[in-house]
């Protein structure tokens, strides 16, 4: 059994794909060009935000968005601890400092209250200007943008939507990656809509950070790309996988994520009441990009990991490490940041395989393994 079965979904799509990236062959416009243009309006129209930016991964759309706002040595960044590393590692690389906020226990997402103490903690140290958050849409769950925003504008921060996972999530009818002052997504092939290598966007209604984008992700380019007016980076996508996104699109929209929103339909009705099931809050959506269990313990964890892979079920572990208790961030005085949710659900987390191609034979199957598993 596959974890994401890309291969059944490259099935389905082929003859549409093949003709798409063919099309992009014969062309012979590899990097650039009209298949560029196309995609991103097709994902800002998506997503219902002015401006779409492509460029070559998820982290790159984070670290272009520190460069727009200018974020660097001596600014403090906002992250949740309990994320995927790239969340924080772009704020080191621009030479900002992370700060880690931990997670609520039901959601997986930022916890505001510990956001606001984080905050003026940082304030009351006096070393870091506060400049940014930055909350994660963490398994294809939304996060909590209300009560963020309203935090970020008493501190005057910007906010940042990491929608790397969130990708077709929505709170009420407002979707994903529209959450933020600027917001962004990954295209990996796991990811809720992914391409056939590294991919990312980033999204704003903002004209002059969207002119930005576009500067920054072409070596800082200015009226052309041999005019070069500040230091940029080569975050191009190339076109053919615009032309893999573009038909992965309109799957996306026409049946995968329903499709997909069923299997975890499914996988709760069958597992509550046996185990912690994920909490989608009323009046949230989620992409589904991870399906993940709470266990008791470690101990737990592993015999329910092993059980299911004697079945040929295979699970992940998102996330072992919290940010906080990761080696390259050793620099950072731990003290500052304590996250006790993060390093629990470290812990007890468990990823079950999903997406929208899962029979409901295998559904079956699996919640069947994990409640003989945690019965016993
Ligand atoms: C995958 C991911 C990223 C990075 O995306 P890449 O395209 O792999 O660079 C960033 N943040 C989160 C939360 C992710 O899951």
């Not at 995609?39 to 930016?53: I, L, P, Q, R, S």
């Not at 992914?194 to 992700?217: I, K, P």
């Amino acid at each position: 059994m596959q974890f994401r079965d890309l291969k059944t979904q490259y099935t389905v799509l082929k003859d549409e794909m093949d003709k798409a990236i063919l099309d992009v062959v014969a062309s012979s416009a590899f990097v650039m060009g009209p298949k560029i243009k196309e995609m991103e309006t097709a994902f800002a129209d998506y997503v219902g935000a002015k401006h779409c930016v492509a460029c070559n991964s998820g982290t790159d759309a984070l670290l272009l968005a520190l460069k727009v706002w200018d974020v660097k040595a001596g600014d403090a960044v906002f992250v949740p601890s309990f994320t995927f590393f790239a969340s924080a590692e772009v704020i080191a690389m621009q030479g900002a400092t992370p700060v880690f906020v931990d997670v609520d226990k039901d959601t997986f997402n930022m916890d505001v209250v510990d956001l606001e103490r984080k905050i003026e903690q940082t304030l009351k140290a006096g070393q870091l200007t506060p400049r940014v958050v930055i909350a994660v849409d963490l398994f294809g769950l939304p996060a909590d943008f209300k009560a963020i925003r309203k935090v970020a504008e008493k501190y005057h921060l910007y906010v940042m939507e990491d929608g790397a996972q969130g990708f077709g999530g929505r709170i009420g009818k407002q979707k994903a990656c529209t959450f933020g002052d600027i917001s962004t997504t990954s295209f990996f092939p796991a990811k809720p809509v992914g391409c056939y290598g590294d991919g990312g966007a980033v999204f704003t209604d903002d004209d002059e950070w969207a002119a930005l984008l576009e500067s920054y992700h072409i070596h800082g380019k200015g009226s052309d790309r041999y005019d070069n007016v500040r230091i940029g980076m080569n975050s191009r996508m190339d076109s053919i996988q615009a032309a893999v996104l573009l038909v992965k699109l309109k799957a996306f929209a026409q049946y995968e994520l329903e499709d997909v929103n069923k299997v975890a339909c499914r996988y709760t009705e069958k597992l509550k009441g046996v185990v912690k099931t994920p909490v989608v809050p009323e009046g949230y959506y989620s992409s589904w990009a991870q399906y993940t269990l709470q266990v008791k313990d470690k101990e737990v964890r592993t015999g329910l990991q092993n059980a299911l892979k004697a079945l040929d079920i295979p699970t992940a572990i998102y996330y072992p490490i919290p940010m906080h208790k990761q080696t390259a961030f050793n620099y950072l005085n731990p003290s500052d940041n304590r996250c006790p949710v993060s390093e629990a659900l470290a812990d007890t987390v468990i990823s079950l395989p999903i997406h929208p191609y899962l029979s409901e034979a295998d559904q079956d199957m699996i919640c069947k393994a994990v409640c003989e598993f945690l019965n016993k």
